[in-house]
C-alpha cells in the first residue's frame, strides 16, 4: 500500500531539509539566542508540507503565558503537527532523549524529559519550574502513552503532578485535540485510523515507511478554551477536565460535526490571540 517513490522523496526532502536546520538551532541554543523558540515552530511547518501533512486548526493557542498544553497521543506525526502550530517544548519520556536523531530533535527543540523515578522528582521539578517562571509553552500528553486514534485514553493525573504541585506561577491550561481525518480528501474510517497511529509494539521504521508512501493527510487540531490551573482543586479534577474536553473534542472531529476549520496551513501560520479578552473571544468562537 502506497508509492514507494513517494516514500523516497519524502524522506530525501525531510533528512535535506532536518539536517540544514539542525547545527542552525544548535548554535542559536549555545548562544542563548531567543529565535531558538521559534524556529522549531517554522521547520514543523515545513515539515507537514514535506510529508504530506495538511494541518487544519480550529481556535488557536492563547497567548497567556505561563502555558500548558494537553493533547490526545496517536504518535510521532503529533509532534509535527502541533509543533507547526504552538512555539512551545514538548514534556518527553526520558528513554527518547537517548534514541538516535530522533532524540536529538527533542533535545534541539528544548524538550523537558520526564520520568517516573523518585529520584528524578527533584531534578524534573526545577527544569519544569525553569520554564514556568520564563513563562514558556509546555506541551504535555497526559494519557502517557499513545493510541489508535480512534478514541482517547484516560489522563494520567500524575502527569500534572510536577506542574500543579510545584507552580509559584499563574499556570493557564489549555487542552487541545488532535486527530487525523481525511487521506487524498477523502474521510478516513475506524478500520483505517490505526494506518496513521504509533502505538502498542509497533516498530519505528517500518511505521514510517508505510506512511510515507501513503496520500496527503488531513490533520485536524481544536484549540479548546483555556482554563486557569488554580481553579481546580486536585491534579486528578483537573485531569478528568482536560480529558472531558479533549475526547469530546476528538470524537466531533473523528464524525465531522464541527465549525470554523480554518484553510490548509500552506503558508504562515496565523499568530496566537493577543491579551486576555481577544484569547477569550477565541475560546468563544470554538466553544
Excluded at 49 to 71: E, K, M, N
Excluded at 138 to 149: A, Q, R, V, Y
Excluded at 237 to 244: G, I, P, S, T, V
Aim: charged fraction near 20%.
Amino acid at each position: 500500500m502506497g508509492s514507494t517513490a513517494l516514500r523516497v522523496r519524502r524522506i530525501s526532502l525531510y533528512l535535506l531539509w532536518t539536517v540544514a536546520l539542525m547545527p542552525v538551532q544548535a548554535i542559536g541554543l549555545a548562544l542563548r539566542r531567543s529565535w531558538t523558540r521559534s524556529l522549531p515552530r517554522f521547520y514543523h511547518r515545513r515539515s507537514c508540507r514535506i510529508l504530506g501533512i495538511d494541518v487544519r486548526a480550529i481556535g488557536a493557542p492563547t497567548a497567556d503565558r505561563p502555558l500548558l498544553i494537553a493533547s490526545n497521543h496517536t504518535g510521532y506525526l503529533d509532534i509535527a503537527v502541533l509543533g507547526s502550530l504552538i512555539e512551545g517544548a514538548f514534556v518527553a519520556k526520558s528513554e527518547i532523549a537517548g534514541w538516535p536523531f530522533f532524540g536529538w530533535l527533542a533535545k534541539l527543540q528544548r524538550s523537558v524529559f520526564v520520568d517516573r523515578q523518585a529520584r528524578s522528582a527533584a531534578r524534573q521539578r526545577d527544569a519544569i519550574g525553569e520554564r514556568l517562571a520564563a513563562k514558556e509553552v509546555l506541551i504535555l500528553f497526559p494519557e502517557g502513552t499513545s493510541g489508535d486514534g480512534n478514541f482517547v485514553l484516560p489522563f494520567k493525573s500524575a502527569l500534572f503532578s510536577v506542574v500543579f504541585r510545584d507552580s509559584q506561577e499563574p499556570v493557564t491550561v489549555q487542552p487541545v485535540s488532535v486527530a487525523y481525518t481525511r487521506l487524498d480528501g477523502l474521510p478516513i474510517g475506524r478500520a483505517l485510523r490505526p494506518f496513521f497511529a504509533w502505538y502498542g509494539g509497533m516498530d519505528l521504521a517500518p511505521h514510517m515507511w508505510h506512511v510515507l508512501g501513503l496520500g496527503r493527510i488531513e490533520a485536524m487540531v481544536e484549540f479548546h478554551p483555556p482554563v486557569a490551573l488554580a481553579n481546580f482543586a486536585t491534579r486528578k479534577e483537573l485531569a478528568q477536565f482536560c480529558y472531558d474536553r479533549v475526547s469530546g473534542g476528538v470524537g466531533r472531529l473523528l464524525s465531522g460535526r464541527f465549525d470554523g476549520a480554518a484553510p490548509p496551513l500552506t503558508g504562515a501560520v496565523a499568530a496566537p490571540a493577543r491579551g486576555g479578552a481577544a484569547s477569550a473571544a477565541a475560546a468563544a468562537a470554538v466553544s
